[in-house]
């Protein structure tokens, strides 16, 4: 299957986003103040572990999405200078 330039940016561009986001999310779910994350023991609550899972789950499929994208623009890299 050959990707399309504008496709290959497109995933390229949402496997950096969803690290970005989701990076961020981690950070704030860490620190949080508010009871949701964490009881009155410090302890871990259920919203800490979907949500880390969910994070996890971004990660990884970020990373995949976005390693796609980069193998698509390689790959019209190569084939435009074999051409040329």
Do not use: C
């Not at 050959?2 to 950096?16: D, E, I, M, Q, T």
């Amino acid at each position: 299957m050959k990707l399309s330039r504008p496709v290959s940016w497109f995933l390229l561009a949402f496997g950096v986003w969803s690290w970005f986001i989701w990076i961020t999310f981690v950070k704030n779910l860490w620190q949080d103040a508010s009871g949701l994350a964490f009881d009155d023991a410090g302890d871990p609550t259920g919203y800490f572990w979907v949500h880390l899972l969910l994070a996890i789950t971004s990660f990884v499929l970020g990373t995949v999405i976005g390693t796609i994208g980069l193998r698509g623009l390689r790959a019209l890299r190569r084939e435009r200078t074999q051409k040329g």
